[in-house]
């Protein structure tokens, strides 16, 4: 991805959270000089990958296959003691998360705004297939299931809880508008904790074409 049009979808996600009032943390707005000036105070953040985080999954095409997240608590396996974590997502209208699911992982994803939020769901199999088995889920506590394959769909307010080996992918709705997503989970651990069903890359590699509006979490060893 260009760091323009990284930069680009960051004033975008800025402008549409304002929108919904939901305010980002003093550090979030940090710039390099900043960042290297609260280096050491603030090294939970860095230590726990909290903050921006954009990516296309590899795709080249951000508004296809991409996601915008970021995290505002996490906390670190056997390092610190906070063993739960959020996260605030950006999803436009058929941008698509690919199917995936966590080993260690149990989330709520909610749908905190603007549009539906659509999500697909597998059980999976032992060896990483999808298991063709009705899926038993919770919505807002309220159990319920879908077949193999199937679809949930949060409007604003509803959410799912996702337990580990649950795979899912999820996309705005068609003709609903962009939707405001919260993450509720355990510890996050993006680096060892997601099964994609299909390769996919994580993070993104990042063509310098200009200088970085905020730091990516991915960012903060290259940079700092």
């Not at 990483?128 to 949930?152: H, L, M, N, Q």
Request: glycine share 8%; hydrophobic share 35%; aromatic share 12%.
């Amino acid at each position: 991805m260009k760091r323009s049009e990284i930069n680009r979808i960051i004033r975008d996600a800025k402008t549409f959270m304002a929108s919904k009032q939901f305010i980002l943390p003093p550090w979030a707005y940090w710039s390099i000089a900043d960042w290297k000036k609260n280096r050491d105070i603030a090294s939970e953040v860095t230590e726990n990958f909290l903050g921006w985080d954009i990516t296309d999954f590899g795709s080249g095409d951000f508004l296809r296959r991409g996601l915008f997240l970021f995290t505002l608590r996490n906390g670190k396996y056997k390092v610190d003691k906070k063993p739960y974590s959020e996260k605030v997502m950006i999803v436009e209208e058929n941008q698509e998360t690919p199917m995936h699911y966590h080993w260690s992982k149990m989330e709520d994803i909610i749908c905190r705004g603007g549009g539906n939020l659509v999500i697909e769901l597998y059980n999976s199999t032992d060896d990483g297939k999808f298991d063709d088995t009705p899926v038993i889920f919770r919505k807002d506590g309220v159990r319920s299931s879908v077949e193999a394959g199937g679809k949930v769909i949060l409007t604003p307010g509803e959410s799912i809880c996702l337990e580990q080996g649950m795979y899912h992918r999820f996309y705005g709705e068609p003709d609903k508008g962009t939707v405001l997503v919260g993450e509720v989970s355990a510890v996050n651990d993006d680096a060892n904790d997601n099964c994609f069903y299909e390769p996919v890359g994580r993070f993104p590699v990042v063509d310098e074409d200009e200088e970085p509006l905020h730091l990516l979490v991915s960012d903060y060893r290259i940079f700092l």
